[in-house]
């Protein structure tokens, strides 16, 4: 399906969900889902739109979200029963969004990998705040409530073309 315009995205987005929540009649499922390029602010505007689009995904087992910060939202509050996997590409974000997102999923995510992240980091002196850009130490740092709440088995930061990861940590 081609997402064309970034007025016509929700109502593709909706029209998708459907199409797939019909498919599953026949037990067609979708485990991976990748959404790339995805800039507007709000996905869908009724409770009707939001079952359809849980009930679409609710097989969903890896989720990618690249280049589009809008979404992130949408899925913090969406039901992945089956979640175990998630990936965020190309991407300004804030470390407060992406632990609620795996702190609501927390029973079923176990991976985490980051790739090309661009992170906000909030130092607020006086009245001003500064968003500067993070290098992967210093969002590595900033994971540390992730990194060490039991939730994950394992964390990835960029792929390099070895197929090896900048970080690689496995937990417990």
């Known amino acids: 399906m081609l997402l064309d315009g970034q007025l016509s995205f929700p109502r593709q987005v909706e029209v998708m969900a459907t199409a797939i929540a019909a498919a599953k009649r026949y037990r067609v499922a979708i ?10 602010r709000v996905l869908c505007q009724s409770r009707l739109v939001t079952d359809i689009i849980s009930e679409a995904f609710s097989d969903v087992k890896e989720l990618q979200l690249h280049d589009s910060p809008a979404i992130l939202n949408f899925f913090e509050q969406c039901p992945l029963p089956q979640l ?16 609620r997102f795996i702190y609501a999923h927390a029973r079923t995510i176990k991976f985490l990998h980051l790739e090309d992240i661009w992170l906000f980091r909030e130092n607020r002196e006086g009245n001003i705040l500064n968003l500067t850009l993070a290098d992967t130490k210093m969002i590595l740092d900033s994971l540390t409530n992730i990194r060490y709440s039991g939730i994950l088995s394992e964390l990835t930061i960029n792929r390099k073309i070895d197929g090896c990861y900048e970080i690689k940590e496995s937990f417990a």
């Open 31 to 40: 485990h991976t889902l990748i959404i790339s390029g995805f800039y507007p």
């Open 84 to 99: 175990e996997r998630f990936e965020i590409g190309c991407y300004w974000m804030s470390v407060s969004h992406l632990e």
